[in-house]
């Protein structure tokens, strides 16, 4: 069983920064790729950035240069770096993560519970 917790979201003012981390615990042989979404209301849940293994980064244009995606390999965590936040920012984040769990099985899509990041203007 693997699971996924996300911290660090909270109320920030615009052009301030927030830094989001997403914890994988339980069986893990090694993870994949990890990406943030994010969901606001009312709105489909949209990629926001992702990294592989291999710390090739991918980010949604809106956050290029604000926002950083980080990994760290022996803990198992991913981080995002937030800075000069706009309220359009606001919204649900979430982690995902491809991991394999054993040697014995392939990869899946795990996935945390959100957090919650709003930015005032």
């Known amino acids: 069983q693997v699971q996924l917790v996300e911290s660090g979201g909270g109320l920030v003012q615009a052009g301030g920064s927030l830094d989001l981390s997403c914890a994988a615990s339980?069986?893990?042989?090694?993870?994949?790729?990890w990406r943030w979404y994010r969901q606001a209301p009312g709105q489909q849940r949209e990629l926001v950035a992702q990294?592989?293994?291999?710390?090739?980064?991918n980010y949604q244009d809106s956050v290029k240069g604000r926002f950083t995606i980080s990994r760290d390999n022996v803990m198992n965590i991913a981080y995002l770096h937030m800075s000069n936040l706009k309220p359009e920012d606001t919204a649900v984040y979430y982690c995902?993560?491809?991991?394999?769990?054993?040697?014995?099985?392939?990869?899946?899509?795990?996935w945390g519970q959100g957090t919650q990041v709003t930015v005032t203007s």
């Open positions: 990294i592989t293994r291999g710390e090739v980064r």
């Open positions: 339980g069986t893990i042989l090694r993870v994949y790729t």
């Open positions: 995902g993560a491809d991991v394999q769990p054993t040697d014995h099985e392939g990869s899946q899509t795990y």
